[in-house]
């Protein structure tokens, strides 16, 4: 695998975030995890649906960097992810989430 030199730093950074995240995720033992999206950094980043559209944007204070998580859990479980979010030593923002209960 070939990855543009210019675009390491964020790709490790994101590796991070995204390792996180998905601590988080498996912590709370939800029952499936659908996506994790990211931005895309690199020119190597060539599949859009795989990416979340939005950029990230710097403060004075910090770089906010946007995630999309797609999971299925119970009540139980969810309260467990925003929990753990809440609590995390390396800050989140949840600005939005949707609860999708998919019809079958």
Do not use: W
């Not at 999309?68 to 939005?96: D, I, M, N, W």
């Amino acid at each position: 695998m070939i990855f543009d030199p210019a675009s390491l730093d964020k790709l490790a950074v994101q590796l991070g975030e995204v390792k996180v995240l998905s601590e988080i995720l498996f912590d709370a033992k939800v029952n499936y995890l659908d996506s994790i999206r990211r931005e895309s950094v690199s020119t190597n980043d060539n599949n859009a649906a795989d990416y979340y559209p939005r950029k990230t944007v710097t403060t004075p204070l910090a770089d906010m960097s946007p995630y999309e998580l797609t999971f299925r859990c119970f009540s139980t479980e969810l309260a467990q992810v925003l929990s753990h979010l809440a609590s995390s030593p390396y800050g989140s923002l949840r600005k939005a989430s949707a609860l999708n209960p998919r019809e079958r």
